[in-house]
């Protein structure tokens, strides 16, 4: 069982950035995928970015490609999210997600409990 804790959510204004970590208990964090998602208010969960085991892929949603960027340190055991020029319609909670396939459905099988990110003047 793979224990999954996000944080660096917050509120920030149009264009700025924010930062979101996620820590795992798995001492065999380097054998799993690691997946960003969102899910704004009355919306569906959706995929955000995904990156391979050594960190050497990485995909992304498009309406995020060129802001955000994932990346992983598998010494610490973290996966983490670098959102710059942010937008009203990036305001979501951010869930961590761990899986066996570099995939942008929600396949994945362990998920943490979510970090509110809210963009607004």
């Known amino acids: 069982q793979v224990q999954l804790v996000e944080s660096g959510g917050g509120l920030v204004h149009p264009g700025g950035s924010l930062r979101l970590s996620c820590a795992a208990s798995?001492?065999?964090?380097?054998?799993?995928?690691m997946g960003w998602f969102r899910q704004a208010p009355g919306k569906e969960r959706e995929f955000v970015a995904a990156i391979s085991r050594s960190g050497s892929t990485a995909n992304y949603a498009d309406s995020v490609k060129g802001r955000f960027a994932i990346s992983r340190d598998n010494a610490k055991r973290t996966v983490s999210l670098q959102m710059n020029s942010l937008k009203p319609e990036d305001t979501a909670v951010y869930y961590c997600?761990?899986?066996?396939?570099?995939?942008?459905?929600?396949?994945?099988?362990?998920w943490g409990q979510g970090t509110q990110v809210t963009v607004s003047s």
């Open positions: 997600a761990a899986g066996a396939w570099l995939t942008t459905n929600d396949n994945y099988n362990y």
């Open positions: 798995e001492r065999t964090f380097s054998s799993y995928v």
